[in-house]
Nanobody, 124 residues
Framework: VQLQASGGGLVQAGGSLRLSCAVS????????MGWFRQAPGKEREFVAA????????DYADSVQGRFTISRDNAKNTMYLQMNSLKPEDTAAYYC??????????????????WGQGTQVTVSS
């Protein structure tokens, strides 16, 4: 399965961005999906995850209430709507997929497939 993340950019604090992750190669609805981010000099960290049919989600405490993860299985695409962005949200954002397991994972080691990063920069 191939993942292609897009939608990053430069935005002022308080602004919004929507990231997309297009998936090809296998049945999209068979995969639980997640978003992770990595800032320079820091480890990759969990942002949000969604199960295969979109009925269950999980968020990092740092983004709860500001970010919304969603997916459109008909379009083979996952989204991350990011509102009220802060400078500390600056990072490369990665989408990831794991074959359906019945659980939502926050550990990046559980994910089998990764897209390339898309850079999000929030200026103060």
């Amino acid at each position: 399965v191939q993942l292609q993340a897009s939608g990053g950019g430069l935005v002022q604090a308080g602004g919004s961005l929507r990231l997309s992750c297009a998936v090809s190669g296998r049945t999209f609805s068979a995969y639980d999906m997640g978003w992770f981010r990595q800032a320079p000099g820091k480890e990759r960290e969990f942002v949000a995850a969604i199960n295969s049919y979109g009925g269950s989600t999980d968020y990092a405490d740092s983004v709860q209430g500001r970010f919304t993860i969603s997916r459109d299985n008909a379009k083979n695409t996952m989204y991350l709507q990011m509102n009220s962005l802060k400078p500390e949200d600056t990072a490369a954002y990665y989408c990831a997929a794991v074959l359906w397991s019945g659980s939502i994972y926050t550990d990046p080691l559980k994910y089998h497939f990764w897209g390339q990063g898309t850079q999000v920069t929030v200026s103060s």
